[in-house]
């Protein structure tokens, strides 16, 4: 087993992404105020975070736009009104999802816009047509990434497959993601490797994307960095749907680059993410999330045991285990 | 590099040994009512854990009994006030810290003790002091583990010496332990290589005592275990002191020995663990603990911030920034 660098250097091809508005704003329903995204972004720039996504490109034709904030949809306006021309060194991204956008209608030429990258959200039956989105947005003149969803699910050769179809096409990052929290670092180990086999040949890089129902999302982070992934998912407080994402502050603590300063992300988390928890909202590890982790099941149902305020946790077990088994 | 067993199996020389009561008693002064211990004990036994830990063997001389609960001290009776003559193959261990305890005084011989294990802590400068604690209480029939505490300050070489002193001991477990929850799972492979290469050759296991700080404490658990470790502390809903420790629930939902049963650990947890938040024991991860995780530090001065309530985080690392370096 190789590991590429090491715990006292650091890599420069290494990028981080801040996906607090948008892995967060399925907690809020992306009803972030301008203060908050804001002060996000000077943080992002203070703490030389290299990529920070704002939110989904959804289509208004699926999804209603009153019952959503304005990071749902990602507006160029709206991105503009927070970062104007970005004239910094922080990239912008977006995130589209197979079937529930309309990208020929809602994204602009890159030289039109702000947005400097499109993430590609799928699931791996659906490659395809995520194939199309990248091919159409990389013609645009932006960079890609393709995210594969609920890999824990899916088979190692289903992922060869697509792993190969990716190879072929114009993406520029194949992102691992565990959407339900149930991979151990093992695993990711065995992934990253097998990704970054495709990847590399054909000069694309491999990000990694966690969630942390079992408490690994940080673990699974710098395991699948030390194995060569280079893009690195995080977001401040670990905000994200059901128990939330890689913290900033933990994978900030822990890279070695001395441009990352994570003073500025201790600020933001102690003066917004703080307060944001206070007015109700409502993620982050718990049992419920540890035991659809570790059934290897969607979130949704420790989501609504969550909300509910419950507690009991061994009947919650014995529910979603006879549902399963 | 060689794991040992599979993500499928399981190897039956694992044991989980739950330190609840000892690694939590920190939080509260061990004044946990017999109620409470007696239902961690129903519920390890229904849940087949194979070592449960009741607490400290601290000397009256150092301690004074009215400023702690009964299980700073693990008198006899207390302990048969809970387990009767534990008839069951479920061992009990005690720990006693080198310099806090006097065994010659306070330790029956085995054949007139429910105790089966004596868990001797140390910091790598006292070892000769250790071994003679192990070889005492190996001498009045006891089994042994040698914790060797706060391994993330000591050099390589001091540890390999250390561990040379207790190959030629008759300890029967040697403790990787991550006091200050500063260790990486990269770190925690070599340190467990390292304690294997010694241990395994006079037929010693290695054990895995790990903290929260960083988010890290189950994933280094479980990987000195694929590495060969197959002594696993662990504590109901990670109640430690401090960022708390490696949680059960998280570690018997890892393992793979049909035996291990979660259930009866939720409902403990739901029961008695919650409550025991709610009546204001403080313990488990937040920003200051990673702080100090990520600096190298005893995690003494966010104990104290958390306990004052605080939340400027970025204050407090630059204060312990300013201390250390």
Known sequence: MERKGSLMTYRPDIKVLDATIRDGGLVNNFRFDDEFVKKLYLA?????????????????????????????????????????????????????????????????????????MVRIATYITTMPAAIEMIEYCHSL???????????????????EVALEMLSKSSVDVIYLV??????????????????????????????MHAHNNQQLAFANTIEACSMGASFLDATVGSLGRGAGNCAMELLLGFLKNPKYNITHI??????????????????????????TGKMNLHPSSAIT????????????????FDMEC
């Open 141 to 159: 003149g932006y960079e890609t990434t393709c995210n594969i969803m609920a890999i824990s699910k899916a088979n190692t050769a289903d992922i």
């Open 44 to 116: 992002n720039l203070k703490a030389e975070v290299d990529y920070m996504e704002f939110g989904y490109k959804a289509s208004k034709d699926i999804f209603k736009e009153e019952d959503y904030g304005d990071w749902k949809f990602c507006n160029e306006d709206s991105i503009r009104r927070i970062v104007g021309n970005n004239d910094t060194d922080m990239k912008i991204a977006v995130m589209a999802d197979v079937g529930r956008c309309n990208l020929e209608r809602d994204l602009l030429p890159k030289s039109e816009s702000v947005i400097d």
């Open 178 to 207: 565990d959407s339900y929290g149930s991979l151990f670092p093992e695993q990711i180990q065995t992934l990253t490797k097998q990704y970054l086999a495709c990847a590399e040949d054909c000069g694309k890089a491999v990000g």
């Open 305 to 320: 045991f969550t909300k509910e305020g419950r507690t009991d946790y061994a009947e919650f077990y014995h529910r979603i």
């Open 266 to 291: 201790l600020k933001f988390y102690e003066e917004y993410i703080l307060s944001l928890k206070e007015q109700g909202a409502v993620w982050g590890y718990n049992v419920a999330y540890l035991l």
